[in-house]
């Protein structure tokens, strides 16, 4: 049988990518020891490693196909496809950004005031070369870990990950300014992508995944009302693409059908009761594919 030597991140990411790949249709069960998780996709053989490490792995054929972030594929210097990006990250569906950070108390508060500065991170080759690009002269020294407790005491700033910025907030660190901004990315080996199996098999990946991810927060409701009652509906549904109106057997009813946002949905369902619809369901998306 044919396979996909899929490379799916370890760690931060690992939880979010296995739910996204289950509401894209694809199973996959892994313990916290195994690094070979299974997946009832037959065609798809998984490892599970670092995203630091992904694009390298996948740029040498180790894998032929691999999710990691776009701040690694920045960093490790790749040579990979990128086939799409899945908006999604730990813990939520936004990119995440790499800042400058500095203690609350510290003077630093551009970019120029790091020449003679050290600084922290892990993401030490782009930052080396983002520096250089901006004409700073700082030591950029790697961090293993822990890079938020090392300023002051043993670095003047740090550029570090961060989501939402508690983690920074909470080690009293203010942001000076955003170096990179980062999402999840399928990439691919070049030279897998010029068997046609391959390239169908990543492809089809990839709207799955995109698909999984256009349904988060998104419902489907259904809906009977008299059509008297249509344009005041209508009029309560920011609707993703106009509603499916179908006729019922009763002369002059029909039957509304339409995708929404799931928090949205909540505060005019008693409305839609008001005006009229009747048997009203909600029901779950697992993807929407445009």
């Known amino acids: 049988m044919k396979k996909l030597k899929l490379g799916l991140p370890k760690g931060s990411l690992q939880e979010s990518t296995i739910e996204i790949f289950r509401k894209a249709g ?15 996709d037959e065609e798809l ?5 670092r995203s630091q490490e992904m694009a390298k792995y996948v740029q040498d054929g180790v894998f032929d196909a691999g999710i990691t972030g776009y701040d690694w594929i920045c960093e490790s210097g790749a040579d990979v496809e990128e086939i799409c990006e899945l908006l999604y990250s730990k813990s939520g569906f936004r990119p995440v950004r790499w800042v400058l950070a500095v203690p609350k108390d510290s003077k630093i508060n551009s970019l120029k005031d790091l020449n003679g500065k050290r600084v922290a991170t892990e993401l030490i080759n782009y930052v080396k070369k983002y520096f250089a690009l901006k004409k700073i002269n700082a030591e950029v020294e790697f961090s293993w870990g822990a890079t938020e407790a090392k300023t002051p005491a043993l670095v003047d700033a740090i550029v570090e990950l961060t989501e939402t910025g508690s983690s920074l907030r909470a080690n009293k660190l203010r942001i000076v300014k955003e170096v990179l901004t980062s999402t999840t990315r399928l990439v691919a080996n070049k030279s897998a992508l010029k068997n046609a199996w391959k390239r169908e098999k990543i492809e089809n990946l990839a709207i799955l995944l995109k698909g999984a991810l256009a349904a988060e927060g998104k419902v489907g409701i259904k809906l009977n009302l008299e059509r008297k009652n ?3 509906i ?30 949205t949905l909540k505060k005019i369902i008693p ?14 998306l697992n993807k929407i594919i445009y």
């Open 26 to 40: 694809i199973r996959v069960s892994s313990s916290d020891r195994s690094y070979f998780p299974g997946c009832d």
């Open 45 to 49: 053989e998984i490892m599970l490693v």
């Open 230 to 232: 249509l344009k005041n």
């Open 234 to 263: 209508l009029a309560m549904l920011p609707a993703l693409r106009k509603p499916t109106v179908s006729q019922l057997t009763d002369e002059g009813w029909i039957a509304l059908e339409v995708i929404m946002e799931e928090k």
């Open 271 to 284: 409305a839609l009761k008001r005006a009229g619809a009747e048997g009203i369901i909600e029901y779950p």
